[in-house]
Nanobody, 125 residues
Framework: QVQLVESGGGLVQAGGSLRLSCLAS????????MGWFRQAPGKEREFIAA????????YYANSMKGRFTISRDNAKTTGYLQMNSLKPEDTALYYC??????????????????WGQGTQVTVSS
């Protein structure tokens, strides 16, 4: 089993930045890809980005390019999502997920086996 623990969410003013973290533990050899998603009230869960934990290759949703950056640490067990120039419309519950999909096509939530609990990001105007 794999456990994912997220942290780093909070309240930030428009234009500010946050860095979310996702620590993976347990049978981490069962995961090769980590992704980030967000879900705002009344909306579908939205893909943000994915990273191949082994090589660090990344893939972004087109709408997320520029302001958001996904990365992982050298131990390949902690993923990060750096969010800059935040806007009120970025307000959502942010989730990390992990599994074995190919990172460059891992855009569907159904492709991931493990999920964090979510961390709330609220951007005030």
């Amino acid at each position: 089993q794999v456990q994912l623990v997220e942290s780093g969410g909070g309240l930030v003013q428009a234009g500010g930045s946050l860095r979310l973290s996702c620590l993976a533990s347990g049978r981490t050899f069962d995961i090769v890809t980590m992704g980030w998603f967000r879900q705002a009230p009344g909306k579908e869960r939205e893909f943000i980005a994915a990273i191949a934990l082994g090589r660090g290759s990344t893939y972004y949703a087109n709408s997320m390019k520029g302001r958001f950056t996904i990365s992982r640490d050298n131990a390949k067990t902690t993923g990060y999502l750096q969010m800059n120039s935040l806007k009120p419309e970025d307000t959502a519950l942010y989730y990390c997920a992990a599994g074995r999909p190919y990172y460059a096509s891992a855009v569907s939530p159904s492709l991931y086996n493990y999920w964090g609990q979510g961390t709330q990001v609220t951007v005030s105007s």
